[in-house]
């Protein structure tokens, strides 16, 4: 059953807490909650309530403060949230962002970095639900900025209350509550608060619209979204049904989709499925753009263009089908140098150990040429398209190939030294 938001500016009970909770179950007995904590106001709202609630199933919670380190002054503001939190029985973690910001898209690039560092920590400390302070005002925002990029209902439904990130989940709790609501629990705390400067600087979209908006116009913009968002709960249940139906993927990440399935399915269904695909197989952070994702599909049917790029994925149409892989372009793929996620498509490991001076990097065409000259071949370099293959993980020592890709479940290695490959996009392409 639905909690219905509370528009008044009076603090949020620790009942009305508990039931928005209670929508977001399971919770595992002695609950571990990692909270997001920026020092302002609603984040520092959330880490108590979170608290309160923790503490009476028997859990607790753990807040990690990020330092972007863009402003003098943010480093005492973490430190002065921090000791406010320990002093009221919650352990803290304190994380500084790395690397030179960029000189433009800051507020992208903070919030992206932000994002990495807040799961690296809660995987490490076996958290397995991560609580962000997002809130009504910023769904009425999201919606129209959303709005003004042309998004279609997925965008327009905002934030989703529920999200898993690998082996957490990203929960936002406070979706239902103003932030006039949780400035007034912050003070019922007696919590010291820190007001970001660049949440005033309107060179920033989205300070742009929240200057806009008054309470009546957030409190619609808020419950439209919520609505969208059920009207896209059916639409991803069948875009799961055709992908079922229609998609097979390789497990090194090649997908074929059946024209004459794609046809018969509503478009609307179609093109999330579509983008879907070639968001995976590509690889990059965000999907491809509605508009551009719309185009290509457009002339993918009418035979416009029988081959086309989008989102770093070739879409080809033969007969009946509609192949995607990943489009190798001019930058090279990553490296990585320890287990983890590699080109927003795989997880990679090595097994039993990671090997000294080795880096998993794309195997590539001259990873190929290793390969062909060699005598340690297996089934999958006879079945897979080189293409394929050359935009795979494979495991290097300096310019020597060492491992080359293998299938999921499947080892291949050398002295003792084995190479697993998963094809685990960033965002599942069937998510339900």
């Known amino acids: 059953m639905a909690v219905e938001p509370d528009w008044s500016p009076q603090p949020v009970s620790v009942g009305a807490f508990a039931a928005t909770m209670a929508r977001l179950e399971p919770f595992e007995p002695q609950p571990l909650l990692a909270v997001a904590v920026s020092g302002g106001p609603d984040s520092m709202a959330l880490a108590m309530l979170a608290s309160d609630w923790a503490r009476q199933r028997g859990g607790s919670v753990h807040a990690i403060l990020i330092d972007h380190g863009l402003r003098a002054e943010s480093e005492d503001e973490v430190r002065i949230a ?110 010291p608060v820190a007001h970001d400067p660049s949440n005033q600087d309107f060179r920033y979209s989205r300070t742009r619209v929240r200057a806009q908006l008054d309470n009546l116009e957030i409190r619609r913009l808020a419950d439209t979204s919520a609505r969208l968002a059920n009207e896209d709960i059916a639409l991803e249940l069948a875009v799961s049904n055709l992908a079922a139906n229609a998609l097979t993927i390789t ?15 509503p478009a609307v269904i179609a093109l999330r499925l579509f983008t879907r695909i070639a968001h995976a197989i590509g690889g990059r952070e965000t999907p491809p753009r509605q508009e551009r994702a719309e185009a290509a599909l457009n002339q993918i049917i009418s035979k416009t263009k029988s081959k086309l790029t989008l989102g770093s994925a070739i ?22 140098t320890s287990p983890g996620h590699w080109d927003g498509r795989f997880d990679v490991a090595v097994y ?33 398209p080189r293409s394929v293959l050359a935009a795979a993980p494979a495991l290097w020592q300096g310019k020597q190939l060492l491992i080359g890709p293998s299938l999921a479940g499947e080892f291949m290695g050398i002295d003792q030294t084995y190479l697993q490959v998963s094809f685990r996009p960033r965002r599942p392409i069937a998510p339900c």
């Open 82 to 191: 921090s000791d406010a939190l320990s002093a009221r029985g919650i352990e803290t973690t304190i994380e500084t962002l790395s690397g030179p910001a960029p000189r433009n898209g800051k507020p992208a690039w903070a919030r992206q970095e932000r994002y990495k560092s807040l799961m690296m920590t809660t995987h490490r400390l076996g958290a397995l639900h991560l609580l962000t302070g997002h809130h009504r005002d910023d769904q009425a925002e999201t919606f129209i900025l959303n709005l003004e990029r042309g998004s279609g209902v997925k965008g327009l439904s905002g934030m989703a209350a529920n999200r898993g990130v690998g082996s957490a989940r990203i929960i936002r709790p406070l979706l239902n509550f103003s932030k006039a609501q949780l400035h007034s629990t912050a003070l019922m705390y007696g919590l």
């Open 251 to 265: 497990p090194l990440g090649e997908a074929t989709i059946t024209m004459k399935k794609m046809a018969e399915a």
């Open 315 to 336: 879409i080809t149409r033969v007969e009946d089908r509609l192949n995607f892989r990943k489009e190798l372009g001019k930058n090279p793929l990553p490296e990585i």
């Open 352 to 384: 039993p150990f990671w090997p000294e001076n080795c880096v998993v990097r794309g195997l590539g065409y001259e990873g190929l040429r290793q390969l062909e000259s060699s005598t340690a071949k297996n089934r999958i370099y006879r079945s897979t």
